[in-house]
């Protein structure tokens, strides 16, 4: 791609409970315009190695894979036309503007059933939602325990971080899904699925496909689970169209705003009217249609998103509009794949689980979002008695870096002998750092545990219980432990990012700070991404006696995902920095 534009920023979980209100009405429009950029689709890497030579400008280029390529810029028409001559064009078309949509000023937790969810433990924990939109105010205390890393398109004119929301919108939206559960303010349908804005919109609300594309691309290539988006143009573009078919067959589920252009007919937007994304419709606080929803047969289901009260800069405001709906499809979307679920899955499970409300299928489609029943669904209705299932106990014996997980097979019913075990991980890095481990098979119901060990001293982690067979998988709430962290570092320690990948080695690095002119000595720790504990590998680094980076070549398996921890070690005292994820270049 040509812009890269990547911000990271720690992700720090709060618990607590929180309140849903409402307010005042606002009201925000959305105008379909154009400019004079163009977008060329080309089949391969020879359009682009082309048009590099002979374009007047290249803003923007964005590999979508099999499909081809899309470049954003100032182009001769002798160019289009040798494309088009030659069949390496795929399309051409003008780099329209996209909006956020309307807004005109909410209360809808409480009907889709979402405190339902919470009350069951279910709160989107591990998940990862991409919100494309204006951004998102990186200070809210209700979103900034929630916030991960952030993506700009166009940079911000509000603050130093670059993705932070200098209009309201984007914040807005980012309340409804995944406000945090702290006892102030509002919470999200989720409330700590790991939040990312990916700022697509400038501060007066508009944007372009091209802009629009590369923040799916990139929210799909960090593997977010949802990506909301709450904009939209009445027309098409194709380099949208590519960036939803690149995300959905790489397992994001993609939400989209129906549009604020009703009452009409057959009115839905882009990209919610691709068959990629979830076209989300709204309805008031007594199930009618929202006057302002549009309408048609893409509509897959609706939401609140009538005087919605969510996170705005520095408060809360209630807005209004389809772009309200959407976010609570997308929290929603979070808590079925902090489950597991595929894209595919989880938004089955959203439209057989909607309740009827009355309404014709081009207003509403499936029907109203129902959260607690979508998860019900996965549990076949979530109180039979007779139905295979497993409990998360608790645990024991926690130390620095050891503790013993408690489960318990509640029920087999028609079920012989499943294994049983956990999963666990550090709370907010599920990707990067989960582990099973196994119990053994039970052919009865009762307790089991498990002992789990190299854990990370002072640190949170959170696990659940799981019984499986060759098809079938029942998983346990979530519940979550600290170990014991009873002295402080001596000194500082950061796992960094690789210097160098191939396809069977890597050059892990390392930095240690605030030594006290001691010597200390160094290694890396390293293993296969979920099989740490068949897999991990230790190699010694030089020893340091000063602040300063350290690292250390390893042999590796090709096309093969690793995480990497750095360590130092003086006088008994081992220190760990983070883990980091890689994956080597296949051979």
């Known amino acids: 791609?040509?812009?890269?534009?990547?911000?990271?920023?720690?992700?720090?979980?709060?618990?607590?409970?929180?309140?849903?209100?409402?307010?005042?009405?606002?009201?925000?429009?959305?105008d379909e315009g154009g400019n004079s950029r163009l977008v060329l689709g080309t089949k391969s890497q020879y359009g682009v190695d082309i048009a590099r030579a002979q374009a007047n400008t290249i803003e923007t280029e964005i590999d979508f894979g099999e499909s081809g390529n899309a470049l954003v810029g100032d182009f001769p028409d002798e160019l289009v036309e040798k494309f088009r001559a030659e069949g390496e064009l795929r399309y051409v078309?003008?780099?329209?503007?996209?909006?956020?949509?309307?807004?005109?000023?909410?209360?809808?937790?409480v009907r889709v059933a979402a405190?339902?969810?919470?009350?069951?433990?279910?709160?989107?924990?591990?998940?990862?939602?991409?919100?494309?939109?204006?951004?998102i105010d990186s200070e809210h205390p209700d979103l900034s325990q929630n916030l991960g890393e952030g993506y700009a398109v166009v940079d911000s004119d509000r603050g130093d971080v670059p993705w932070n929301d200098d209009h309201n919108h984007g914040t807005h939206c980012a309340g409804i899904a995944n406000a945090v559960n702290n006892d102030q303010g509002i919470l999200g349908v989720s409330t700590r699925a790991a939040l990312h804005s990916v700022k697509v919109l400038s501060g007066d609300g508009s944007g372009s496909a091209s802009?629009?594309?590369?923040?799916?691309?990139?929210?799909?290539?960090?593997?977010?689970d949802v990506i909301s988006m709450s904009l939209g143009a009445t027309s098409g573009s194709s380099i949208i169209?590519?960036?939803?078919?690149?995300?959905?067959?790489?397992?994001?589920?993609?939400?989209?705003?129906?549009?604020?252009?009703?009452?009409?007919?057959?009115?839905?937007?882009?990209?919610?009217?691709?068959?990629?994304?979830i076209a989300v419709g709204s309805v008031n606080d007594e199930d009618?249609?929202?006057?302002?929803s549009s309408t048609g047969p893409e509509v897959e289901i609706v939401a609140p998103g009538t005087e919605i009260r969510s996170t705005v800069i520095g408060g809360y405001q209630v807005y209004s509009g389809t772009s309200m709906a959407t976010p609570h499809v997308a929290g929603a979307a979070a808590i079925l794949m902090s489950t597991g679920l595929s894209n595919e899955e989880a938004r089955k499970r959203l439209t057989e689980a909607a309740e009827d409300i009355g309404l014709d299928e081009d207003e509403c489609g499936a029907g109203l979002l129902n959260v607690d029943a979508a998860i019900s669904d996965g549990d076949d209705g979530g109180g039979d008695s007779d139905e295979f299932a497993v409990s998360t106990r608790g645990v024991s014996d926690v130390d620095e870096t050891d503790a013993t997980l408690i489960g318990e097979l509640t029920d087999l019913g028609d079920v012989s002998s499943p294994a049983v075990g956990f999963e666990y991980w550090i709370e907010d890095q599920r990707d990067e750092t989960s582990e099973r481990v196994e119990s053994g098979h039970q052919s009865s119901t009762g307790t089991f545990?498990?002992?789990?060990?190299?854990?990370?001293?002072?640190?949170?982690y959170v696990f659940e219980a799981f019984a499986e067979t060759d098809d079938r998988v029942?998983?346990?709430?979530?519940?979550?432990?600290?170990?014991?962290?009873?002295?402080?570092?001596?000194?500082?320690?950061?796992?960094?990012?690789?210097?160098?990948?191939?396809?069977?080695?890597?050059?892990?690095?390392?930095?240690?700070?605030?030594?006290?002119?001691?010597?200390v000595e160094t290694r890396f720790d390293y293993w296969i991404k979920g099989d740490k504990a068949n897999t991990l590998a230790s190699d010694d680094a030089e020893d340091v006696d000063e602040d300063d980076t350290f690292d250390e070549l390893v042999h590796l398996e090709s096309d093969t995902t690793y995480v990497a921890v750095a360590v130092c070690i003086d006088s008994g005292d081992e220190v760990t920095g983070g883990t980091v994820t890689f994956t080597t270049e296949s051979d």
């Open 241 to 277: 169209k590519d960036a939803v078919e690149y995300a959905y067959e790489r397992g994001s589920l993609l939400v989209g705003a129906a549009g604020n252009e009703g009452p009409c007919s057959d009115c839905v937007h882009y990209p919610g009217a691709y068959p990629e994304v």
């Open 93 to 109: 078309e003008r780099d329209i503007e996209v909006h956020a949509l309307g807004q005109s000023m909410p209360w809808g937790c």
């Open 1 to 30: 791609m040509g812009r890269k534009k990547v911000y990271r920023r720690s992700v720090i979980r709060g618990i607590g409970i929180g309140i849903l209100g409402s307010g005042l009405a606002g009201q925000a429009s959305a």
């Open 115 to 135: 405190d339902a969810a919470h009350q069951r433990g279910y709160d989107g924990s591990g998940a990862h939602v991409a919100i494309l939109d204006t951004g």
């Open 474 to 519: 029942v998983r346990g709430g979530r519940q979550a432990f600290t170990t014991d962290d009873d002295h402080e570092a001596p000194f500082r320690v950061e796992t960094l990012e690789p210097s160098y990948v191939s396809d069977d080695a890597a050059s892990l690095e390392g930095r240690v700070s605030e030594l006290d002119g001691d010597e």
């Open 449 to 460: 545990n498990a002992d789990v060990s190299d854990l990370e001293h002072g640190t949170t």
């Open 288 to 292: 009618e249609l929202s006057e302002f």
């Open 211 to 224: 802009g629009v594309a590369e923040g799916i691309k990139w929210a799909a290539d960090q593997g977010h």
